[in-house]
């Protein structure tokens, strides 16, 4: 599991990352809105929200974009099965994309970092699986994703968003997609690299464009202050139907999901 860093670390991490910022002149950013710092356990949060809301027709789905917090409803598929898919919005999906249907038996909640070294692993691991629950309509899943480990976790994260917004029948493949993309080598992308992955994984033009402006960059910064709140320690955390459990992996998942399942 990814824990979260102690000062010295985020001070080391910090200068990199404003190092690294600086060759690929993403100092030019403007980020207006929240900054976070997570040390041993404890977020200090200061919020300045500047934002409009905005209303996009989109292709078949209802999509709202407010505050920079992404909301849309629709399906996406999972090997060729159609199923509902959300993304932010009220309850459990505010800080999350949930997918499966409403009426799963089981519901699973994952918080995740795309820089993070366990959850790549536990996603390679357990991507088919939990993909068949959901498709088999026992498991309904809400996947939260933040930032602990490097600023990889929120430009893939950003982008993770505008694809669930803007094309959602690619989501689930460029959401493993980014696992496997994070790299010594990628660790330093910038919004412009993601949006050109995005191309190549489905996401049309508006999924584009939404990525190369970072529009979900706040949001995932909102969510990893979320978290302290919702008892992460670490990523990747699990809980199931509320209750925070080990993470779970393999038969001993399914097996936990089909007993709750039938009970």
């Known amino acids: 599991m990814a824990k979260r860093p102690d000062p010295a670390a985020d001070d080391r991490r910090r200068q990199a990352r404003a190092a690294q910022q600086a060759a690929l002149a993403r100092a030019k950013r403007r980020r207006t809105l929240t900054q976070l710092a997570i040390v041993g356990g404890v977020a200090v949060v200061v919020i300045a929200i500047v934002a409009t809301a905005v209303v996009l027709g989109t292709r078949g789905r209802s999509t709202t974009v407010a505050g920079g917090s992404p909301v849309a409803t629709g399906t996406t598929d999972l090997g060729g099965t159609s199923v509902p898919f959300a993304i932010g919005g009220d309850g459990g999906t505010a800080n999350g994309v949930r997918v499966g249907s409403t009426d799963a038996k089981v519901s699973m909640d994952l918080w995740v970092d795309y820089s993070c070294p366990h959850c790549q692993e536990f996603e390679a691991t357990n991507n088919a699986t939990i993909s068949s629950l959901v498709a088999s309509g026992k498991l309904a899943v809400t996947y939260h994703n933040i930032q602990i480990v490097t600023d990889y976790g929120t430009e ?108």
């Open 156 to 263: 893939a994260g950003s982008a993770s968003a505008c694809m669930a917004v803007h094309d959602p029948s690619a989501w689930p493949a460029y959401n493993a997609a980014l696992y496997v993309n994070h790299s010594q080598s990628t660790d330093g992308w910038g919004a412009s690299d993601f949006a050109r992955f995005a191309a190549a994984n489905g996401g049309g033009d508006a999924t584009q464009r939404c990525t190369t402006d970072g529009t979900y960059r706040d949001w995932i910064t909102a969510n990893t202050a979320a978290s302290v709140k919702a008892d992460v320690s670490g990523t990747p955390t699990m809980f199931i139907d509320g209750a925070k459990t080990d993470t779970l992996s393999g038969q001993a998942l399914v097996d936990r999901v089909d007993s709750l399942a039938s009970a």
